[in-house]
T-cell receptor, first 115, second 114 residues
Framework: EAQVTQNPRYLITVTGKKLTVTCSQN?????MSWYRQDPGLGLRQIYY???????DKGDVPEGYKVSRKEKRNFPLILESPSPNQTSLYFC??????????????FGPGTRLTVT | GNSVTQMEGPVTLSEEAFLTINCTYT??????LFWYVQYPGEGLQLLLK?????DKGSNKGFEATYRKETTSFHLEKGSVQVSDSAVYFC?????????????FGTGTRLTIIP
């Protein structure tokens, strides 16, 4: 079964305590991306990766890091979380190829609260 | 830059009512257009898509037509069911330099009452 998994699903943490949200896919997709979802703002892209070792900033990258050492995994790292990073986070994957309107597959989401 | 404007919610309808959720967009180039649906506690799922002007996407009784002249992609369903209660997102994609980023609208929460 095609799957995008995220862990943890829920996390409450304190300001400044480093955390990692994992994302893994079993579809052999080249492209992976992180979004955050906030009320009234829809989803906004944080970082994306076109393939292994190739990552780049999206629209709201400040305060986040990513890595892509393996094709299937794309972790999101918050080195020093702050309350304004409280949000619902989604990982998404897509078969590579531009301009083709391929479907993006989303993980179930990680709800992060930073106090 | 790209942007998507969709109908503010929440929208509450009775079962079997007709549904329209408006979506208009601004984009450079020739975007692909999508409707994604988010059921409670779940991630987003593709509902339907259209990749060029005048294309009609359809799925599960939902339809949307890519109207380039009005830059619109309105979602419609003739007879909604309680199970259609969800948040609906209109989105577009104009991939550039390998970034397949989706630009989303703010979402419309739909509640269907029996």
């Amino acid at each position: 079964e095609a799957q995008v998994t995220q862990n943890p699903r829920y996390l409450i943490t304190v300001t400044g305590k480093k955390l990692t949200v994992t994302c893994s896919q079993n579809m052999n997709h080249e492209y992976m991306s992180w979004y955050r979802q906030d009320p009234g703002l829809g989803l906004r892209q944080i970082y994306y990766s076109m393939n292994v070792e190739v990552t780049d900033k999206g629209d709201v990258p400040e305060g986040y890091k990513v890595s892509r050492k393996e094709k299937r995994n794309f972790p999101l790292i918050l080195e020093s979380p702050s309350p304004n990073q409280t949000s619902l986070y989604f990982c998404a994957t897509q078969k590579g190829g531009t301009g083709t309107g391929y479907e993006q597959y989303f993980g179930p989401g990680t709800r992060l609260t930073v106090t | 830059g790209n942007s998507v404007t969709q109908m503010e919610g929440p929208v509450t309808l009775s079962e079997e009512a007709f549904l329209t959720i408006n979506c208009t967009y601004t984009a450079t180039g020739y975007p692909s257009l999508f409707w994604y649906v988010q059921y409670p506690g779940e991630g987003l799922q593709l509902l339907l898509k259209a990749t060029k002007a005048d294309d009609k996407g359809s799925n599960k009784g939902f339809e949307a037509t890519y109207r380039k002249e009005t830059t619109s992609f309105h979602l419609e369903k003739g007879s909604v069911q309680v199970s259609d209660s969800a948040v609906y997102f209109c989105a577009l994609s104009t991939p550039r330099f390998g970034n397949e980023k989706l630009t989303f609208g703010t979402g419309t929460r739909l509640t269907i009452i029996p």
